[in-house]
């Protein structure tokens, strides 16, 4: 059974870091493409971040945390994450991870591409 799991959420003040994690399980993720999204209370689920399977593992990020965060994967663990720094306060939300599924490629922004999703992590940043 394919497992996604997020961690690393909190509470931090605006300016802070914090970096989440997603531990994939039930098979390996090496080729699949991951992606972040996240959702504010009141707003829709939007896209934050998205790294390729292919060898050079190519991110494509939503403008507003372009410089601030970095996506990253580590196939031996079968982990992604999503490092935020300069946190602002409007980027409270649950962060959710997701995979597409094996060697799909396509439209990483659209939530519809991804087959697999986490349950999600709060994060918080105070102003």
Known sequence: ?????????GLVQAGGS??????ASGRTFSSHAMGWFRQAPGKEREFVAAISW????????TDSVKGRFTISR????????LQMNSLKPEDTAVYYCAAGSRLRTGNYYSSDFYAYWGQGT???VSS
């Open 54 to 61: 292919s060898v050079g593992s190519t991110a494509s990020y």
């Open 122 to 124: 709060q994060v918080t």
């Open 74 to 81: 580590d196939n031996a663990k079968n982990t992604v994450y």
């Open 18 to 23: 914090l970096r989440l994690s997603c531990a």
């Open 1 to 9: 059974q394919v497992q996604l799991v997020e961690s690393g959420g």
